[in-house]
């Protein structure tokens, strides 16, 4: 672990999981210069500009004398080749925050991938997609949802890119689905809504309550990429990031309604019996 402070351009860092690593990194007392496109009324050091003209920067990033960069909005092979260009040569190095959506087996759940799905857990290892992860329907929503994703967004390439530069050393983190204060797509609302409404039971599709996916405590991931941007022993190397244990839909919407003292029933239905509003 470092000891001593580092200095990091944080490319984004404004949204749900980007402001906590900003100001976790702020409370350790890191030197950040952040990069991005809202005013904002914060003290922290500020380049306001849109991502594509980011290699436009490039004498006030040398200035800066960055140890490393963040960057935590990355879409697609293209804008990490920018990145890697712009920043070769004043940092030493480079975190790009990935998706877990580069896995084969995320593939195989929305049908891009043929086959069945890939042994379990899994790991850095596990095989990764060989087409695009979303149909362009679906990253079209993804774009109403995050202004970060452009057309060619596939977190595979920007992977490629990133870590294969080894004069550039980079770290990739892939994330988990992400919940907490904030949350931009509001996990828990389908849940909650239901609660609210004084509804006696809450009603899941049968295939869905068995459905396991990797999530976090956004303050949980920004502390595992704020430890990735301490350890010098993170260079070159590729992470998960998530729970230790990953949950069904229906243990995880149990949780919930423990934790808000529901004490309803969860009713799972064949696809075929589900209320066409679910």
């Known amino acids: 672990m470092q000891e001593s402070r580092v200095r990091i351009v944080v490319i984004g860092g404004t949204g749900f999981i980007g402001s906590v690593i900003v100001q976790q990194l702020h409370e350790r007392g890191h030197e950040l210069l952040r990069f991005h496109r809202r005013r904002s009324s914060s003290a922290l050091r500020e380049i306001i500009a849109e991502r594509d003209r980011l290699a436009d920067y490039r004498t006030e990033f040398r200035n800066f004398k960055p140890d490393t960069v963040l960057d935590t909005i990355l879409s697609s092979a293209r804008q990490a080749d920018t990145l890697m260009r712009t ?6 190095r480079v975190i790009a925050l990935s998706s877990m959506d580069v896995y084969r087996a995320c593939g195989v759940i929305h049908r891009t991938e043929p086959g069945p799905p890939d042994p379990i857990p899994l790991t850095e290892n596990s095989p990764l997609r060989t087409k695009p992860a979303y149909p362009p329907e679906r990253i079209r929503t993804l774009k109403n949802l995050f202004s970060w994703v452009d057309d060619e967004y596939d977190k595979v390439g920007v ?14 983190l892939r994330l988990p689905m992400v919940y907490g204060p904030h949350d931009p797509l509001h996990r828990f609302f389908p849940i909650l809504k239901r609660i609210s409404d004084g509804r006696s039971a809450i009603i899941l599709d049968e ?9 976090g405590y956004v303050e949980n991931v920004a502390a595992a ?6 350890s010098n022993k993170a260079k070159g190397r590729i992470y998960n990031v998530a729970e230790p244990v990953t949950f069904s839909e229906e243990e995880w919407t149990k949780k919930i309604c423990e934790a808000v ?9 064949p696809s075929n019996r589900m209320p066409p509003h679910l």
């Open 225 to 230: 990429i704020v430890a990735a941007i301490e």
């Open 207 to 215: 295939r869905v309550a068995r459905w396991r996916g990797s999530r």
């Open 261 to 269: 003292h529901w004490s309803g029933r969860i009713v799972k239905l």
């Open 159 to 172: 992977e490629q890119v990133v870590i294969s530069d080894s004069g550039f050393p980079g770290t990739v």
């Open 87 to 92: 920043f070769r040569g004043i940092a030493e």
